[in-house]
């Protein structure tokens, strides 16, 4: 038999019984586990919204929790047989609550879309469906006449939604038109500031005031500054709007404590969204946080939007919950910071753009454009030299969504593997001289006479690169249990 992993570690052993078991039904999938393993491990992961995940919540995910179904919540199913899968949700929920300090958590989105789903439903049922079935003097929606439902399905519909623009850092998930959020609500976008590329709170205010939302949405994809979630809840109290967060992307930081007091959502919204495989580092899934008054609504995310709950995955989570309450992912959330900072003043040493002029959190922001570079080649470049990371719109870019003028680099991987400040340092020599070495092709078709997608690496920039990374990573294995 096969083993491509290491048989004297309990690690290495239990992924050659894997291994060995999906291949016996599909070698095909069983060496794109490898394949990708070996990806993993020849590149260096600068995706701002990728990590990598203890082994430990890859076993609880394969398991035979997989074939039990459980609509409903803990000790409320519309299913028979849920006793262990009630226990399973609810220490993933505890666990949560405990993690962020919120009144309940809601650890059944099977994503980060999913979670915003949840809580757009739960925002609507609580506010929108509940008082008009009281106005309406019946206890559910099967006790209204066919024009009243019309009237509510109307006012489900006209709620007001206040996000983030997709060019500022926001979701697609926030109101764009060719996403669901976009159809369920009438949406309007605040952006950063023109000058600083920063929130400003008194226009957000003034544009809130004016439009009155029934939802303030705040969280990012892309924004390398903290937020002041205390102003962000004054706005929405001052328009009595519903203040939602969705900390995606930067739920490990508020795990690992970097996020407190005025930056922590959880203090100050009623309903925070999170996936929790990003900063996080649990399995890839969703997870709702809110207040006490939003927790039976919530609770309807079955019929609402879903049906059964991923028991493996709620497992998976209840072990990266645990993880994250340690003091070493405390230890983690700082250290993630501290790279990306100084990955930002390293580059802005040697000569590149970095948008805001730096970070607070766990991605920065590269302005390409000022080399003659779209995002679009950056990105191409540095992935032939063994750089793995996204092209990123910038807020008011000129090459659009498409070909961009940034690049999104976020070092919560890369500190995963023990990388720390000296790393950050060579990184950024690496990808400066990558980007140096990179020059568009002529293209006598393009506004400016050089392609937008073409571009020639020098050969030699592109194996001292790959020379270098190959070193880094030699140091920093990833899974070194394995093998
Ligand atoms: C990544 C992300 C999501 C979506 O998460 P998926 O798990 O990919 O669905 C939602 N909101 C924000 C802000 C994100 O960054």
Not at 293 to 306: Q, Y
Not at 308 to 326: C, D, N, T, W, Y
Not at 339 to 355: D, Q
Not at 403 to 432: D, F, N, P, Q
Request: proline fraction near 4%; include cysteine; charged fraction near 25%.
């Amino acid at each position: 038999m096969n083993k491509p992993f290491n048989p004297e570690t309990l690690e290495g052993q239990y992924y050659n019984a894997l291994y060995a078991l999906i291949e016996k039904k599909s070698p095909k999938i069983a060496s794109s586990v490898i394949d990708e393993l070996n990806n993993q491990r020849s590149s260096l992961k600068l995706i701002a919204s990728e990590n990598y995940s203890s082994l430990s919540v890859q076993a609880a995910m394969g398991t035979l929790l997989t074939d039990k179904y459980a609509e409903g919540f803990p000790y409320h199913r519309f299913y028979a047989g849920c006793e262990n899968v009630d226990l399973i949700e609810e220490e993933a929920s505890l666990k949560a609550a405990k993690l962020f300090g919120a009144d309940y958590a809601f650890v059944q989105p099977h994503s980060g879309s999913d979670a915003n789903l949840c809580a757009y439903h739960a925002i609507l049922h609580k506010t929108v469906e509940l008082p008009f079935l009281e106005k309406c003097g019946v206890k559910s929606i099967d006790a209204l006449s066919p024009e009243q439902w019309k009237e509510l399905r109307i006012k489900l519909q006209s709620g007001r939604l206040l996000a983030l623009d997709y060019y500022s850092g926001g979701h697609l998930t926030h109101g764009y038109k060719h996403n669901v959020s976009g159809k369920m609500f009438e949406v309007s976008f605040y952006s950063v500031d023109k000058n600083t590329m920063l929130l400003d709170y008194e226009a957000i205010r003034k544009q809130a005031l004016e439009i009155k939302p029934l939802i303030l949405l705040a969280g990012y994809s892309a924004y390398p500054r903290k937020i002041n979630f205390r102003k962000m809840r004054e706005i929405a109290d001052e328009c009595s709007a519903v203040l939602m967060v969705d900390m995606a992307h930067f739920a490990g930081l508020v795990a690992g404590k970097v996020f407190e007091g005025d930056y922590d959502p959880v203090k100050w919204a009623d309903v925070v969204t999170s996936t929790t495989h990003k900063t996080l580092r649990g399995p890839r899934g969703g997870l709702v946080l809110c207040k006490e008054s939003f927790k039976d609504s919530v609770n309807k995310a079955c019929p609402l939007m879903m049906g059964g709950p991923l028991a493996q995955v709620m497992a998976a989570k209840a072990i990266a919950f645990e993880e994250a309450l340690s003091d070493s992912f405390v230890e983690y959330a700082h250290q993630i910071v501290k790279n990306t900072s100084f990955l930002a003043e390293s580059l802005m040493k040697e000569g590149v753009t970095v948008v805001t002029g730096g970070t607070d959190n766990h991605l920065l922001l590269v302005d390409v454009s000022p080399m003659g570079l779209t995002g679009r080649i950056a990105e191409s470049a540095l992935r032939e030299a063994h750089l793995m990371m996204n092209r990123n719109a910038l807020p008011f870019d000129k090459n659009g969504p498409w070909y961009t003028s940034g690049l999104r680099m976020g070092t919560a991987a890369l500190t995963t593997l023990g990388m720390k400040e000296k790393e950050m340092a060579e990184i950024a020599h690496i990808i400066v001289n990558v980007l140096e070495n990179t020059k568009p092709n002529n293209d006598s078709s393009s506004a400016s006479g050089k392609s937008r997608s073409k571009y020639t690496l020098d050969p030699k920039a592109k194996e001292n690169a790959i020379a270098k990374v190959k070193e880094l990573l030699d140091k920093f294995k990833l899974y070194p249990e394995l093998g």
